[in-house]
């Protein structure tokens, strides 16, 4: 009758005795399986006084799985499966092996009796717990401040956080207006080029619609009976009906500054037109009331009309004004014609009378 017992050889020899025969063939061909999956070819071990039967009724069934793996993955190999397990095995770390290995020496019923070595495994491993359960009671105060320590510092990552967040909204921001920037070169070629243009019309604008203080003064207070008065204020109306006259660009004329500079050109005409037409009323009538006796009494040896020009002489510095009156205010301009007319017409009408009294 076969025997129950097998030696399993390490570095030491361990002997084991199964319960039954079956039982052991049962271990030893798992054994077998899990060596032929796991390790590689030459740390595979040898397997001596093993019945031959057992192995190849492992081989038959791992080339029947190969088989059904074949078909159901259609056409894969037993390498796929292998690798597959590999992936799940885990060896010991030489650490791990050294204490597994001094843990069995320790404890030398571990082979003979796993029950009782399991039992062992456990009746430590509560010591363990227990051990560790009064270590953590005892370092309740340290426990509470590291989770003190641990709320702050998720304290801090929560506000570190939001920074980056913030940081991370403005970099987008950044990165949005760099990508609406990019390739736009010649844009802003353009762009400059409208700025330089723009600046250019707005320089000349201002040059044409300026109209200087002294002008300004010449055409508000210059005393239009002197000679420089006369001079001062034909120079400024001049330079106001120039400046009345610019043609600007289209858009530009409804510019708040144009307006009122425009607004300003037109109360500056319109006192000065009313300055002109109210002197110049008052001229035409003072000359139409002069007496021509005297003037008369002279020239009746030679039976001729008297000459009018004193008063020619007079009217002769407001020629350039008279004719900016024509083109500024039309109906002033009518309106002082009539009183010219009237004027000089009472003063001739009075002359022949007095020239043809003279005569008889």
């Keep these: 009758q076969e025997s129950t017992e097998f030696d399993l050889q390490f570095e030491k020899n ?161 990165a949005t207006q760099m990508g ?51 001079e001062a204020c034909t120079s400024a109306a001049e330079a106001l009906q120039e400046a009345m006259e610019v043609e600007l660009p289209k858009g530009l004329s409804k510019l708040n500054a144009v307006k009122e500079q425009q607004k300003l050109f037109h109360d500056l005409r319109q006192k000065f037109a009313a300055r002109i037409f109210e002197h110049l009323n008052n001229v035409f009538v003072r000359q139409g009331s002069d007496q021509p006796g005297a003037s008369l009494a002279k020239q009746a040896s030679g039976l001729k009309l008297p000459k009018h020009f004193p008063y020619h002489r007079d009217l002769l510095p407001y020629r350039q004004l008279i004719l900016w009156l024509k083109v500024a205010d039309k109906t002033k301009y009518t309106q002082l014609s009539t009183t010219y007319t009237q004027s000089l017409n009472k003063l001739y009408t009075q002359e022949i009378k007095d020239f043809m009294a003279t005569a008889k």
């Design 180 to 230: 609406q920037m990019k390739n736009q070169e010649s844009f802003i070629q353009i762009t400059n080029k409208n700025h330089t243009r723009l600046l250019e019309q707005l320089d000349t604008l201002v040059v044409q619609l300026d109209l200087s203080k002294g002008h300004v003064k010449a055409l508000r207070e210059s005393d239009l009976r002197t000679d420089s008065g006369i």
């Design 14 to 174: 361990f002997k084991w005795s199964a319960t039954s025969v079956g039982e052991k063939h049962n271990f030893l061909s798992c054994l077998w399986k899990l060596c032929h999956r796991y390790l590689p070819r030459q740390q595979k071990p040898a397997f001596s006084n093993v019945p031959q039967s057992i192995l190849e009724d492992v081989l038959v069934n791992l080339s029947v799985m190969s088989v059904a793996g074949g078909d159901t993955t259609r056409g894969g190999s037993t390498a796929g499966v292998e690798d597959d397990s590999l992936e799940d095995y885990q060896a010991l770390t030489e650490q791990e092996e050294t204490d597994l290995e001094r843990m069995i020496t320790e404890c030398e019923f571990a082979i003979s009796d796993a029950e009782a070595f399991t039992n062992s495994l456990s009746k430590d491993l509560s010591v363990l717990d227990g051990q560790n359960i009064h270590s953590i009671m005892g370092s309740e105060a340290q426990v509470n401040s590291l989770m003190v320590l641990l709320d702050n510092a998720l304290a801090e990552v929560s506000q570190i956080e939001s920074r980056l967040d913030e940081y991370d909204h403005m970099v987008g921001g950044i």
